[in-house]
């Protein structure tokens, strides 16, 4: 019984342990691509995506001969482009540009001084890397993006950000397919 006591904290840190591991890998594994985005729900109300059925439109001819037409169903994910606009994303450091610094500002804060003033130094000297490491990796890592307003066809508004370029313009008809834009 002791044993068994003995052995359960020690399993339950396994436990935890490779839980964050998994959700450290799948928390990185989003953020550089390899998971498919979310893209099931509104970003403004919340709600699913789903085709919007419009009131059928009558014709003369129908009416008399007694037959209904179907209500045409709207496309969810066609638009008309809105807006567009240039936006500078800042870089997310990975932690590289950190430790990096850090060993550098610790080996160049290890060459002041001796006894406790260069342990100091040594500290002062990584930690100022780490600060460093991390903007200069930051900076290095600053792209632009293109942020594209639209208003659906059901009445919501999306913004899609866009690594490059389109040649959209206010007006255009699209359609978003897998999170990009492509004219309808």
């Not at 068994?4 to 799948?26: C, E, N």
């Not at 001796?114 to 991390?134: F, P, R, S």
């Not at 699209?174 to 309808?184: C, E, L, Y």
Request: charged share 15%.
């Amino acid at each position: 019984m002791y044993e068994h006591q003995k052995r359960f904290p020690q399993s339950m840190i396994w436990i935890v342990a490779i839980a964050v591991v998994l959700f450290s890998v799948t928390g990185m594994a989003a953020l550089m691509g390899w998971l498919p985005p979310s893209m099931g729900f509104s970003s403004q109300s919340g709600t699913p995506l789903t085709p919007v059925l419009t009131r059928a439109s009558t014709n003369h001819a129908s009416t008399q001969s007694g037959q209904r037409e179907r209500a045409q169903p709207i496309c969810a994910n066609c638009g008309v482009i809105e807006s567009t606009r240039e936006v500078a994303v800042a870089g997310d450091p990975s932690g590289l540009g950190a430790a990096g610094g850090a060993v550098v500002g610790g080996l160049l804060g290890n060459q002041i001084g001796d006894g406790k003033g260069k342990q100091i130094a040594t500290v002062l000297g990584a930690v100022g890397g780490v600060m460093a490491g991390n903007e200069v990796e930051k900076r290095m890592k600053n792209s632009t993006s293109y942020e594209v307003a639209m208003k659906m066809a059901d009445g919501s508004h999306r913004v899609i950000m866009e690594p490059i370029a389109g040649n959209w313009r206010a007006g255009d008809r699209v359609k978003v397919v897998d999170g990009k834009i492509i004219a309808n």
